[in-house]
């Protein structure tokens, strides 16, 4: 890929995670919106002058614009974790992946999106079960693990290195799937994302998300961080009240990420989408 290319990517990525649209940008740099289109294609780059107020407007600073370092570096709080040997989730896939393999047996051919990979132990699960897997995940040494893993169990998966804040579907998957992982969604980007998640869903097909929920009686996590934001009970459900709901279900679990015994309220849930009959 083309350096403007990049350049495009990085403009578009960090427009989508403010909520910007082009043509808001184009107002405010007083350019058409067509030249935000062209840049984020890469088949142009802003004027020098442009520079200091684009990166002003998009939160960074120009060198990070030009080069993107720093901008796919730390972005996930796990990344000192993921470049440990370890696996800091372990490899035994999760209980809600096991369900959904259940639910899609009968399927052949069956695609699917794990959103927010970590270092790959459902998405490699997933693959191993006959899916064409899709792992989007923004950690970088997260998706070395993943690389790495699927190597050595010999089942691949395709990694798409991207934010899940305004990443644009291009294609409808079979299975929308996420674990312990929307809680980065902020408040007023839920919505869109969940109604985005639910268009690119083929007939048939299952949305399967855990999320972490706020309960009163449970102490926040140790390594919860200030971009996560919890849900509410039945939070989930609401987002899924016009498809079928296969399995929901709320547990306080025990964790003991960052070394500290805690606990979790979480909420899974399994939604089919069903064709309008009428
Ligand atoms: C709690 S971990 C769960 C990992 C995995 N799903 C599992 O259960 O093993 C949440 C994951 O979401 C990833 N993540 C956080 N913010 C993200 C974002 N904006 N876009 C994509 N992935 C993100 C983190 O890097 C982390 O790997």
């Known amino acids: 890929m083309s350096n403007d290319n990049k350049i495009g990517q990085r403009i578009a990525l960090l427009r989508k995670q403010r909520g910007y649209t082009q043509e808001q ?42 080069t993107g370092d720093s901008l796919m570096e730390k972005v996930s709080p796990y990344d000192g974790d993921y470049k440990k040997e370890e696996y800091y989730w372990g490899l035994q896939h999760s209980l809600l992946a096991e ?49 790495q893993y699927s190597q050595a169990a010999g089942y691949e998966v395709s990694i798409l290195q991207a934010d899940m804040i305004g990443y644009e579907l291009a294609v409808a998957y079979d299975v929308i799937y996420s674990h312990g992982s929307l ?30 929920v706020e309960k009163p009686f449970i102490k926040v996590a140790p390594d919860w961080e200030k971009n996560e934001f919890f849900y509410l009970s039945g ?10 709901i296969l399995w929901c279900e709320e547990q306080i679990v025990d964790c003991n990420s960052a070394g500290i015994p805690h606990q979790h309220a979480v909420n899974s849930i399994i939604a089919r989408k069903i064709e309008r009959t009428f």
């Open 25 to 66: 940008i184009s107002l405010t740099l007083n350019v058409t919106p067509q030249a935000v289109s062209k840049w984020e294609k890469g088949n142009a780059l802003p004027d020098t002058p442009l520079l200091p107020p684009l990166a002003k407007v998009l939160g960074t600073s120009i060198d990070c614009l030009l």
């Open 99 to 147: 369900q959904t393999v259940k639910i899609m047996q009968d399927k052949a051919n069956k695609s699917l999106l794990d959103i927010g990979s970590g270092e790959g132990r459902d998405a490699i699960y997933f693959a191993k079960c006959g899916f064409q897997v899709d792992a989007l995940e923004i950690s970088t040494p997260g998706i070395k693990k993943i690389r």
């Open 183 to 212: 809680q980065f969604l902020p408040l007023e980007q839920r919505q869109n994302h969940f109604d985005k998640y639910k268009r690119y869903t083929n007939i048939g097909g299952l949305n399967a998300h855990l999320i972490f």
């Open 235 to 244: 939070d989930l459900a609401k987002y899924y009240y016009d498809w079928e």
